[in-house]
């Protein structure tokens, strides 16, 4: 289906509820004839006569010539904004009252309601942006972390679009010469011209695996990294936890079994997000609504990507804490010896024969927690992301630069096999189609819409 963009569209930008600014988007042809119906200056210019840019005071009246609101009227003319369309915002009181009936009004006037995610697609059916950078844009709001915020606004620069770009125009180049072979073939040049590419496609071959491998950073600075906090009831997961988010988020109490449930939330260290999960104190019990938690935490053990097995240095190393300790995943799991500041029964040499790294902490007084939080932050594989370092961090584009890279090298094996030139291009057209999908220079018309369907109202 071909994308109509004659429509004028609308929505709200700003959050539902009460604040102190609302605005209503507007983009399209008519965005300014809608403006003139509604708007009422509180100086003598006409609407149709603001300038590009300029912020104009007035009120909003309706049909009637009621008034509405007062409001600011934004301008921005095509093809400088947003959309590369003439846009207007409407910035009035952020009462549901004041916003809702002005959108109202605005759809009355002319205007269509947007669908999710449709100005930043105008954006990119306009070519002012690449797909890309419109996903970005969701990025952008959806950062939980300073350096997932760092590396959406450098996709949204178009820094990952310049790598991808670039791939493209070397592949065109090895395409064009090795159709020259093809349509030229007494000229004898087919030797010469793939014994030339195959050390440049290697080295693009190269950069992609890096890109790939890096990728696992891009994923965590994105999306974050789950660390599961297990233990025995009385462990000190839930004080670990307030001390981490620092506020009292969980209910910490002497009585075994307070948290019977997992207890999800986002703490940023060192600018990376982590979704630090309070389970159930794992033990044998009667309780069936204890016993569904100890069975969610046991879950949390294998799926987290990290998980830190607490245990009260007060308390002695029981049957029931070694087999805690052996069910962690290989690979995943430290062991956190809680209540440093007491008296203990057991050091951090003790549980070193687990393999795993052990940390001793108190929530009660901090100590120990930084070098926690350091193990965690290299759990991620990310110690800081290089200033001009570019991640793949959406899955659409690692899974797209995968493919193109699997096609490089079935090439590159019809190459190394002599094969005819012919199929040696089948391979590479098909992953200079794939990059091309990660920009969206060759991707179809339902992934577009699809993709742009998750993106939020107004945006």
Known sequence: MI???????????????????????????????????????????????????????????????????????????????????????IQCHGGRQSV????????????????????????FMNGRIDLVQAEAVMDVIQAKSSKGLSTALSQLEGRLSGIVAAMRTELTDFITRLEVTVDYPEEDL????????????????????????????????????????????????????????????????????????ALEEWVSIQGIPFRLVD?????????????????????????ADTVLILKDRTQPFSDEDKALINSVPDGKGAIVLTKSDLKPLLECKDLEVYGLPVFSLSSKTGDGISLLEEYLVSRSGESGAGENEVLLSNMRHIELMRQSLNALKRAEETMYAG???????????????????VTGETVQDDMVGEIFSRFCLGK
């Open 100 to 123: 809702s009936g002005i959108l109202k009004l605005v759809l009355r006037s002319g205007a269509r309601l947007a669908r999710a995610g449709e100005f930043t697609q105008r954006a």
């Open 190 to 261: 087919e030797d010469i011209v793939v014994h030339d590419l195959e050390k440049t496609m290697r080295c693009m071959m190269e950069r992609m695996e890096q890109m790939l491998k890096d990728s696992s950073k891009g994923r965590i600075i994105r999306d974050g990294m789950t660390v599961a906090i297990a233990g025995a009831p009385n462990a000190g997961k839930s004080s670990l936890l307030n001390y981490l988010l620092a506020e009292d988020r969980a209910i910490v109490t002497d009585i075994p079994g307070t948290t019977r449930d």
């Open 3 to 89: 994308y109509d963009l004659s429509h004028t569209i609308a929505a709200i930008a700003t959050a539902t509820g009460e604040s102190g600014v609302g605005i209503i988007r507007i983009s399209g042809t008519e965005a300014y004839n809608i403006g003139e119906k509604i708007f009422r200056s509180k100086g003598k210019t006409r609407f149709k006569d603001f300038k590009d840019r300029t912020i104009h005071f007035g009120t909003i009246v309706d049909e009637k010539g009621r008034e509405i609101d007062e409001a600011l009227v934004l301008i921005m003319k095509r093809p400088h904004s947003y959309t590369a369309e003439d846009v207007l915002e």
């Open 419 to 437: 094969m005819p030139t012919d199929l040696i291009l089948v391979d590479l057209r098909e992953a200079w189609e794939l990059l091309g999908a």
């Open 279 to 303: 389970t159930a104190g794992i033990r044998e019990t009667t309780d069936t609504v204890e016993a569904i938690g100890v069975t969610k935490a046991r879950n949390y053990i294998e799926t």
